[in-house]
T-cell receptor, first 116, second 113 residues
Framework: GAVVSQHPSWVICKSGTSVKIECRSL??????MFWYRQFPKQSLMLMAT?????????EQGVEKDKFLINHASLTLSTLTVTSAHPEDSSFYIC????????????FGQGTRLTVV | QQQVKQSPQSLIVQKGGISIINCAYE??????FPWYQQFPGKGPALLIA?????SEKKEGRFTISFNKSAKQFSLHIMDSQPGDSATYFC????????????FGKGTHLIIQP
C-alpha cells in the first residue's frame, strides 16, 4: 500500500505556456502533500506544503503566482507551472502523507519538465 | 544556509563491504531523520528513519546511528551489493515528519562487483 502516482512522468512544453502536474495518493487519504524540485544531480528542495482544503504554504523564494498548487481532495494535489520558461525545467516530485502524528510521507515517481 | 550537511559526495565500496554515509544537522527542532534511496529518473524511496529518542535503528542490512549531542546521524549498509548502487539522501524534518523534509545534498554510491 501507500502508493503515490504522478502524471505525467515527463512533459515538454513551449516557453510561455502553462503545465499542470498531478499527484495522486492511490490507496490512502493524504491530508498533507508536499512538492519538491530537483535539478540534475542535485538535492530535493521543498517548494510548498499543501493541506487539503487550505491554501498552500510556500517556502521562501518560491513564487506562489508562478507555481500554483491546488489540493482540492484528500487524494489529489496539482502543481501548475504558469508561463513556463527554460529555467523552470526540472524534476518535480510530490509526496503525500497520511493523517496522524508520526506518519511518513510517500513519494511519487516524479515529473520531468522540459521547457523549450 | 544548508541545514543538513551530507558526506561524502560520492563513495565506492567493494561488494560485501560496509557503506557509511554521514549527515549533520543544525536545527535542534528537527525530530525525524529519514534516509532515502533514489535511482536515476525515479522518486526517492524511504529506506529507514529514526527519531531522536533512540541511538540506533536496524532494518535488515541498513542501520542508522544517531548522536543527538553531536547533531549527527549516519547510514550503514552492511554486505553492500551492486544493486545498492544509487544516490542516497539523508533528510530531517520537524513535528515528527509532519513538516516538509530538508534534504542533504546526496551521496552517489557505487558498489563494485
Amino acid at each position: 500500500g501507500a502508493v503515490v502516482s504522478q502524471h505525467p512522468s515527463w512533459v515538454i512544453c513551449k516557453s510561455g505556456t502553462s503545465v499542470k502536474i498531478e499527484c495522486r495518493s492511490l490507496d490512502f487519504q493524504a491530508t498533507t502533500m508536499f512538492w519538491y524540485r530537483q535539478f540534475p544531480k542535485q538535492s530535493l528542495m521543498l517548494m510548498a506544503t499543501s493541506n487539503e482544503g487550505s491554501k498552500a504554504t510556500y517556502e521562501q523564494g518560491v513564487e506562489k503566482d508562478k507555481f500554483l498548487i491546488n489540493h482540492a481532495s484528500l487524494t489529489l494535489s496539482t502543481l501548475t507551472v504558469t508561463s513556463a520558461h527554460p529555467e523552470d525545467s526540472s524534476f518535480y516530485i510530490c509526496s503525500a502523507r497520511k493523517a496522524g502524528i508520526g506518519t511518513e510521507a510517500f513519494f511519487g515517481q516524479g515529473t520531468r519538465l522540459t521547457v523549450v | 544556509q544548508q541545514q543538513v550537511k551530507q558526506s561524502p559526495q560520492s563513495l565506492i565500496v567493494q561488494k560485501g563491504g560496509i557503506s557509511i554515509i554521514n549527515c549533520a544537522y543544525e536545527n535542534t527542532a528537527f525530530d525525524y531523520f529519514p534516509w532515502y534511496q533514489q535511482f536515476p529518473g525515479k522518486g526517492p524511496a524511504l529506506l529507514i528513519a529514526i527519531r531522536p529518542d533512540v541511538s540506533e535503528k536496524k532494518e535488515g542490512r541498513f542501520t542508522i546511528s544517531f548522536n543527538k549531542s553531536a547533531k549527527q546521524f549516519s547510514l550503514h549498509i552492511m554486505d553492500s551489493q551492486p544493486g545498492d548502487s544509487a544516490t542516497y539522501f539523508c533528510a530531517a524534518s520537524r513535528s515528527r515528519g509532519a513538516d516538509g523534509l530538508t534534504f542533504g545534498k546526496g551521496t552517489h554510491l557505487i558498489i563494485q562487483p
